[in-house]
Every structure is written in structure tokens, then in C-alpha cells.
């Protein structure tokens, strides 16, 4: 037996939700980024300070990972934005192939 198929709804929705996976993924990326930039600022000081301890360390590290998400989901660098127009694009270029491409199973 062959089917022969395709359904739009099914295509536009994994469609969506890979644009949303993607968009997901590339704010990721840009707060990974911030962090990975705001741990190496911290890094570069000349001295220790009064207050310094590891405690004071350590909440200052989440309070920078908190600062790059926050500023990850506003689009501050715009890597995200960028990331999307690369990968969205090749993912746009990919899914017309996809839909129109029967669905064919065999069974015995």
C-alpha cells in the first residue's frame, strides 16, 4: 500500500515551532556570549577588593548571568537578530523542498 500526503497544517506548524526553536536557541546563544564577555571583564581586574571573598564572588556571578539573560531577551547586541536572519533563511530555503515532498509508506 502507498499513501501519498501532505498536510499544510502539520508543515506550518513544525515550520512555527522551528522558528521558535531557533529564536530560543540564538537568545541562548547571545547570553552565553554576554556571560562568557562579562567573565572575562571581572577577570581583568588589577586587585582584589575589601569586600572580595568567594562568597561575594559567586553572587556576583549570578547577578552578571542574570544581567546577560536580561539583556540577551531585549536584543542588546543584536546576535540573536543576526543568527536568526543566517539560519532562518536556510531553514525558509529547506522547507518548501520538505512540503512538497510525499509522504510514502509501505507496508508488507
Known amino acids: 500500500m502507498q499513501v501519498n500526503s501532505t498536510s499544510t497544517a502539520t508543515a506550518q506548524t513544525g515550520g512555527t515551532q522551528s522558528k521558535a526553536s531557533l529564536e530560543k536557541a540564538a537568545q ?20 582584589e577588593g575589601i569586600s572580595d571573598s568567594s562568597a ?3 553572587f556576583r556571578d549570578m547577578a552578571d548571568a ?30 518548501p523542498a520538505a512540503a512538497d515532498a510525499p509522504v510514502t509508506d509501505r507496508a508488507e
Open 28 to 47: 541562548q546563544f547571545e547570553a552565553i556570549f554576554l556571560r562568557q564577555m562579562m567573565g572575562a571583564m571581572r577577570s581583568a581586574s588589577l586587585a
Open 56 to 58: 561575594t564572588d559567586q
Open 66 to 95: 542574570r544581567t546577560a539573560d536580561s539583556m540577551a531577551s531585549r536584543g542588546t547586541l543584536g546576535i540573536a537578530e543576526m543568527l536568526m536572519r543566517q539560519f532562518g533563511a536556510k531553514m525558509n530555503a529547506s522547507s
